[in-house]
């Protein structure tokens, strides 16, 4: 069993850049597969961007080229650098960690407004 604390959220102007951390306790983090998602309001949640145990990333469409998935392994620790912020990226972001069984964060709030 693994669990996941998520950080790093806020408020930002449009245009602007926030990283989120996601922090692992209690399981081998490198053996998990992990993952950054995120619920706005009133919408169903979303994948943001996949990370796997041997480091392949994929991204979805609208978030390519302004954000990057990382781990660092050592630490325990899943980031989310999100750059070129804009409104329509207004979430809750959770992180995500698969192996056999799936295990949620708690969610960290993204408000991106002037």
């Known amino acids: 069993q693994v669990q996941l604390v998520e950080s790093g959220g806020g408020v930002v102007q449009p245009g602007g850049s926030l990283r989120l951390s996601c922090t692992a306790s209690g399981s081998p983090f490198r053996a998990y597969d992990m993952a950054w998602y995120r619920q706005a309001p009133g919408k169903q949640r979303e994948l943001v961007a996949t990370?796997?145990?041997?480091?392949?990333?994929v991204y979805i469409d609208s978030v390519k080229g302004r954000f990057t998935i990382s781990r660092d392994n050592a630490k325990n620790t899943l980031y989310l650098q999100m750059n070129s912020l804009n409104p329509e990226d207004t979430a809750v972001y959770y992180c995500r960690a698969q192996l056999v069984a799936v295990y949620w964060g708690q969610g960290t709030q993204v408000t991106v407004s002037s």
């Open positions: 990370i796997s145990r041997g480091g392949s990333t």
